[in-house]
C-alpha cells in the first residue's frame, strides 16, 4: 500500500508537468447563454455572466484570473454548438445575422458586420479570410461571403443557385489546400418536402476555373437527409457526416475514398480526427473509432445517448454523455471506458458544454465554470462505476 | 481587465429594413391533452423566439380567425361519425396552403399532428416530443374499466397504498391526493381525447396501420427518469417549475428528520431504511423472480405479475408489522413511516403496473460484495479466497486492497423500461425517425420544460440542435 501511495505521488507530480493549472478556480456561467469554451494561448475564452449581463470572459487557464470580458445580450443568441474561428490574432463569432471579429488577446471588438439575413453558424478561415454562408435576399440562391480579417471588409466569393433557399441548408465553406490548388467546400442539402432530396458537396478550386463544381456523396432521398455538420478536412483528405454515413471524400482528385454506414447519425457530438482514426459518438449511445484512411471501425464503447463534443487529451479521450451528464474517460487506442464521473453531492450535474486541454478539465454544472487538473478527477469528481454492460 | 461593450448600431435600422422577415418559418406548436398530461407547452416557442432568437411564425397563436384556435378535445379521429370535424380537420385553414411548415407537438398533440401531415401537404416536417405514438398504457390503466362500474387499474394501485396509510394524516406530502385528483382527472374527464391516447385504441391503430407511419422527416425526443418516475411526474404536476420537487423533497426531509431522531437506535435506522429501500428492494425482487422465471424460457407478465405481488403482499405485511411495534413509543414516526411507504408502494405498483405492456432489459451490474469495507468484514473476506495460507504478507495486501477498493461482482439485472412517468419508451417511437433523442431525467412534464432563464434538462439543445439544421434543413428554423 505505502508503494502505491509513492507511485500515485510520483503520478500527480510527473502529470503536473503537463497540467497549466496552479490551482483549482470557478467562473460564473451565464444563465442565458452557453458555447464549448475556446483556447487561445493561456487563456480560455469562456460563455459567462457580468453584472447579470450575458459576457464572453477570457480566463488564464493557470491561475482562473480574468484577462478580458466583452459583455453583450447579443450572446443570448449564440448557439450553443456553434463553431466560431480562432487563429493567432482573431476570434470571430457567428451570431445570427452578426459577424464579430475580436482580439481574442484583449478582448477588444476589431470589426463588426450585419448582414439583412442570417447567416450559417459554423465559420471558417485560413488566417488571412473568414468565410461564411447566407442565404441570399432573393431566396434562390446562397452566397458564400469573405471576409478580410485585418480589415472586416466583406466581399462575394460565390453564388450559388439552388430551388428555394429557405428550405435549404448550406453550411459555411471550409479552405483547404490539397497539395496543388486551394479551394473551399461547402456542404449542401436542397430539401424537397414530399420529394426527393438532392445534396451535394460544392468544391471550388482557386487555380482551376471560376465555377464551383457539385459532387453527390449521399444518395438522393425522401427524409431530407444529407451532410449536415462541419466536416474534418485535413490537406487533400475531407470527412463527411451526412445522416448515418461518414464518407471519405478526396479533394484533389474530387472522388468518394470510402464510405461506412453506422447504425445511428450524429446530432449533438462533432465528428473529430485525432491520429489515424476519426472519432464519432452517435446517437446509438456508443463512440465509435473508425480508420481514418481506410473507415475500417477499429473499436466502439459504450457511452449515455445525446453525447457531447469528443476532446483529445494526451491521456485520454474525454466526453460527457449529454444525457446522463457523467463525464467519460476513454481509452483511445482500445476504447476502454477508463473511468466515468460525476459531481460531488447531490444535485449537480455536468452540462455538455466542457473544454479538456492543457492537462485541465474545465467542467460546467450550469451556475459554475470549475477547473480540475486531469490528474485530480478521481479526487475532485465522484468517480462512478464503470458497467460492462450498461442498460444497453 | 478590459470590460468591452459591444454596440449595436444596426437594431434600429434593422427593424426599418423591408422584408425583414422573408427568412422566417412558418411552424405550429401543438400541446397534448390538457394540463392533466400536458403543461407549460406554450412557454417553449415563447422561448425558443424571444430567448434563443429563432425566427418563425407561430400559425395556431397567431391564427387571425380567433376563435378557430386549436382544439384538441375533436380528437384525431371519429370513427362513429367520420365527416364529424376532427383537430386536424380545424387546423387545416389556419395553414392555408402554405408550404414548409414545420410542427413540433407534446403529448396528444403529435397524433393530431400526425393526422395533420396524413391530410395536408402544408407540413414538412414534425418533431414529436414525449408523443404516445404507439398509445399509452398508464392512460389505459387510470381509464379503462372492465365493466362500466368497476374501478380502473390506478384506483385500485392507489387504494392499494392508501390501505397502508391507514387513515394516518399524510396531508403535509401528500402524493396520494395529488395522484387521486390526477388519475380522476384522466378518468372521469369528459374530453375523449384520453380514450384516444390509450394504447390499442381505434385512434392509435388508425395512425400507425392505415395509413402507415409519416411520409415526411420527423425526430423523436423520448424522456425517461430514473425509479420513482411517478413521484417525479406528481412533483412536475403539483408545482409552476416543472423542475421543483416538492413531494419528493418532503418526503425525504421527513424521513432524515426521523433518521436524526433516531442516529443512535440502530433497530429505527434499520426500519427507516427499509422503509426508503421499498422501491429499490421490489427493482431486486422483479429481477430475482424475472431471472428465476427466465430459466425456464420466456416468462408471461402475467406470471411474473403474479409472483410479484406475492413479494410485495409479504413484504408490506412485514413492514407494517415493524411499524406498528414502534407505535406506542413515537406515534409520529409510525405515521411518517406508514405515509413514506404508502409512497414507495404507489411508485412501484405504477412503475410495476406499465411491464404488462413494455419489455424487461436485461444488464450487468457490478455490485458491492461487501456490505460495508470494515476491517473484519475485509479478513473475513480474504480467509475466504485462499484455500492454505497464503503467507503474511498475501494476505495483508489481500486485506487492504480490500478496504481500499472494495470487491464487487458481476451480476445480471432485469430492469423495467425506461419511462417518463406517463409513457414507456417503447410508446414514444415511431418507426422511421429521421433523429432519436433522449431526454434523460426528464418526466412527461418536464419534456416541455423551457425556459430561457433555466437550464435545466437537455430540451434546449435538442431543439437548438434541430433548429440550427444538424439534422437538415427540414427541421431548421432561422435566426432572428
Known sequence: MRYLIVVWGLLISLSGCSSVLQESWVVPCSGHFEFYPLNWEQLLILSSSCDSEPCIKAIDLRSGEEAWSLSDTLFKQVYYNFQPYLDERYLVLPVGRELICLSPKTGEILWQSRRSRSGDSHVFGDGQFVYRSYVATSDSAFEWIRFDLDSGRDSLLLMSPVSKASRCLMRSPVPFFDGRDSGLVSPVIDYEPRGLTESYLLLWKQEQSAAAVRHTIYPDNEQGRGPSLPPVVAGKHSWWVASQDVVSFDLANEKIVWRVTLPHGLLTSRLTLHGDNLFLACEDEKLYAIAASTGKLQWSSPIAGTPGRVFHAPEATYLIGGSDQVLYEIDRHKGQVLDRYAFQGTGRKLRRVAYFGHGVAVLNDGRNWQAVPLTALPTQLRRLQVPENNRK | ?480
Open chain 2, 1 to 480: 481587465m478590459k470590460n468591452n461593450k459591444l454596440l449595436n448600431t444596426f437594431a434600429l435600422t434593422l427593424l426599418l429594413l423591408p422584408g425583414w422577415a422573408l427568412g422566417q418559418r412558418n411552424t405550429i406548436w401543438l400541446d397534448g391533452a390538457t394540463t392533466t398530461t400536458s403543461k407549460g407547452w406554450r412557454g417553449t416557442p415563447n422561448a425558443m423566439r424571444d430567448f434563443y432568437n429563432y425566427d418563425f411564425v407561430d400559425l395556431v397563436s397567431t391564427n387571425s380567425a380567433g376563435s378557430q384556435e386549436y382544439d384538441l378535445s375533436l380528437g384525431v379521429r371519429d370513427f362513429d361519425i367520420p365527416t364529424s370535424p376532427t383537430a386536424a380537420i380545424q387546423m387545416e385553414p389556419m395553414l392555408d396552403n402554405r408550404s414548409n411548415v414545420l410542427g413540433i407537438a407534446h403529448d396528444f398533440g403529435g397524433l393530431v399532428l400526425r393526422e395533420l401531415a396524413n391530410r395536408d401537404n402544408s407540413l414538412s416536417a414534425m418533431i414529436l416530443d414525449g408523443v404516445p405514438n404507439q398509445g399509452s398504457s398508464a392512460v389505459r390503466m387510470a381509464t379503462y374499466r372492465q365493466i362500466p362500474d368497476a374501478k380502473t387499474r390506478a384506483q385500485l394501485i392507489l387504494e392499494n397504498a392508501q390501505s397502508v396509510q391507514a387513515m394516518q394524516d399524510c396531508d403535509d406530502c401528500n402524493a396520494l391526493g395529488i395522484f387521486e385528483t390526477w388519475i380522476n382527472a384522466l378518468s372521469t374527464s369528459s374530453v375523449d381525447v384520453f380514450n384516444q391516447m390509450a394504447n390499442s385504441s381505434s385512434q392509435i391503430n388508425y395512425l400507425n396501420d392505415n395509413p402507415p407511419p409519416p411520409e415526411i422527416p420527423f425526430a423523436i425526443l423520448w424522456g425517461s427518469v430514473e425509479e420513482l418516475s411517478l413521484m417525479s411526474l406528481m412533483d412536475s404536476r403539483t408545482s409552476n417549475n416543472p423542475w421543483s420537487t416538492p413531494i419528493t423533497s418532503c418526503a425525504a426531509e421527513a424521513m432524515e428528520r426521523a433518521r436524526k431522531d433516531y442516529e443512535t437506535d440502530l433497530e429505527i435506522l434499520g426500519l427507516i431504511s427499509t422503509v426508503s429501500g421499498f422501491f429499490g428492494r421490489a427493482l431486486s425482487a422483479f429481477g430475482e423472480i424475472v431471472g428465476e422465471f427466465a430459466e425456464g424460457g420466456t416468462p408471461s407478465p402475467g406470471t411474473v405479475l403474479s409472483a410479484y405481488g406475492d413479494w410485495v403482499v409479504a413484504e408490506r405485511s412485514a413492514i407494517i408489522e415493524d411499524i406498528e411495534a414502534q407505535r406506542e413509543a413515537d406515534q409520529e414516526l409510525a405515521r411518517i413511516l406508514r405515509c413514506e411507504l404508502s409512497h414507495q408502494l404507489l411508485a412501484s405498483e405504477w412503475q410495476f403496473g406499465l411491464i404488462e405492456y413494455g419489455t424487461v432489459e436485461v444488464g450487468t451490474e457490478e455490485v458491492p460484495l461487501l456490505p460495508e469495507a470494515s476491517q473484519a468484514l475485509c479478513i473475513q473476506y480474504c480467509q475466504e479466497q485462499f484455500t492454505g495460507f497464503p503467507g503474511l504478507s498475501v494476505f495483508g495486501n489481500c486485506v487492504e486492497d480490500c478496504m481500499d477498493d472494495p470487491p464487487t461482482q458481476t451480476v445480471t439485472v432485469y430492469l423495467p423500461e425506461e419511462n417518463d412517468g406517463l409513457l414507456l419508451k417503447s410508446e414514444q417511437m415511431l418507426d422511421g425517425a429521421a433523429h432519436v433523442y433522449h431526454l434523460e431525467e426528464h418526466n412527461h412534464f418536464q419534456e416541455t420544460a423551457l425556459s430561457g432563464q433555466s437550464s435545466e434538462g437537455t430540451l434546449n439543445h435538442a431543439l437548438q440542435e434541430l433548429f440550427d439544421g444538424a439534422a437538415g434543413p427540414a427541421f431548421a428554423v432561422p435566426k432572428q
